[in-house]
Each structure stands twice: as structure tokens, then as C-alpha cells.
T-cell receptor
């Protein structure tokens, strides 16, 4: 089991470009969460998804940010028209159904730098 | 209501000493309290967790103490080692998953 796979690990974008971050959850996990970590700060919840559904997007900015978890393929966090303030590490986590649903397994993160 | 407050922000401990990190929460609907450890350049990894029906849980050198009435919980690292130097996050979530709320983190440095 390869764990939670995130790519790219590092992404550089210029202001105004789009960033797409991908996350493949652990095998058997149906819950996906995205968190943002700014330098020297904690993990801020962005969005919680299950297959084909957004369950909770209360932490995601209304503008420019979107997330999906299609029936087939990885979860995608999309940031349109990036600004310098979007520079951060974006972590994906997954969890299984049932009693372990709140036990998160994190990926290694995608580090976005906006020039 | 959804916040988890963590202190201290940073901590320096001598090798062999005890590291103590504290957290407090407001929402009594939280019923799962994990601690995550994060090394530079890596994702957080679950270290130890507790549910509010017990007051203490120990795994090796790591112990969680839980005070339900005070809505506080803490991580104790006994015999701290340089390899324990990392950032530690407390967290809280409700039964059934949904989102996990994280504290701001504590950067621990263990001096050799």
C-alpha cells in the first residue's frame, strides 16, 4: 500500500496562472481532506470530499479555489489565477469508512510557490 | 467553538527531559483527540490518540492526559530524544469523521 500520494511535490506558478494539485487516497479510503499549511503555521482545513461529493467546503475560499473527487481518478484541488498569498504547502489526507473515519493518513504535501 | 488552542508555540528540552504540550478545546461534541508529529518537508503522521472516556493513554514514551471537565488535553514525551525534534499538532474531531481541527503546532527542539 503506497499510502496517500500527492503530486506534484513542488509547483511553481506565476501570478495569474492556474495550479492543479492531485491526491490519490490510500487504497480502501473513501474520505479525502485538503489542508493548507502556511510557513510556521498550523494546518487549516479547506475541504472534505467523498467520491463525487463535496461534504464540507467551509474552509475553502469562495473565489478561485475548487475541489473535486471524481468516481475514477484522484482528488484535484484547483487554484485559479494564483496570487502570492496562495504560496503554501497543501496537504491531502484520507480516511476509511466506519470506526476509523477520523484517523487521517496524510500525504507528503504539494508545495506551491507563486512568483 | 471549532478552535483548538495549543501551547507553547515552541519548546526546547534537554535530552532525557520531559516535553509537555498543552491543548484546550471548546466544542463538547469533539470526541476524538489525536496528536500528529511532523518532520520538516514531510506530512503529519499520527502519533497517539485518545477518546474522552479515558483520562490517560500511554504508548511507549508518549502519554496523553485528558481532562474532560476542563476541556484540556496534553502530550507528555518522556526521556525526550534529539530524534523527537519535530512539530507536534494536537487536533480534535467528532465521531464519524468529518473534518479534523488542528492546533497551531508546537516546534520541539531536543538538545543533545
Amino acid at each position: 500500500n503506497a499510502g496517500v500520494m500527492q503530486n506534484p511535490r513542488h509547483l511553481v506558478r506565476r501570478r495569474g496562472q492556474e495550479a492543479r494539485l492531485r491526491c490519490s487516497p490510500m487504497k480502501g479510503h473513501s474520505h479525502v481532506y485538503w489542508y493548507r499549511q502556511l510557513p510556521e503555521e498550523g494546518l487549516k482545513f479547506m475541504v472534505y470530499l467523498q467520491k463525487e461529493n463535496i461534504i464540507d467546503e467551509s474552509g475553502m475560499p469562495k473565489e478561485r479555489f475548487s475541489a473535486e473527487f471524481p468516481k475514477e481518478g484522484p482528488s484535484i484541488l484547483r487554484i485559479q489565477q494564483v496570487v502570492r498569498g496562495d504560496s503554501a504547502a497543501y496537504f491531502c489526507a484520507s480516511s476509511p469508512d466506519g470506526a476509523g473515519a477520523n484517523v487521517l493518513t496524510f500525504g507528503a504535501g504539494s508545495r506551491l510557490t507563486v512568483l | 467553538q471549532q478552535q483548538v488552542k495549543q501551547s507553547p508555540q515552541s519548546l526546547i528540552v534537554q535530552k532525557g527531559g520531559i516535553s509537555i504540550i498543552n491543548c484546550a478545546y471548546e466544542n463538547t461534541a469533539f470526541d476524538y483527540f489525536p496528536w500528529y508529529q511532523q518532520f520538516p518537508g514531510k506530512g503529519p503522521a499520527l502519533l497517539i490518540a485518545i477518546r474522552p472516556d479515558v483520562s490517560e493513554k500511554k504508548e511507549g514514551r508518549f502519554t496523553i492526559s485528558f481532562n474532560k471537565s476542563a476541556k484540556q488535553f496534553s502530550l507528555h514525551i518522556m526521556d525526550s530524544q534529539p530524534g523527537d525534534s519535530a512539530t507536534y499538532f494536537c487536533a480534535a474531531s467528532m465521531r464519524g469523521g468529518f473534518k479534523t481541527i488542528f492546533g497551531a503546532g508546537t516546534r520541539l527542539f531536543v538538545k543533545a
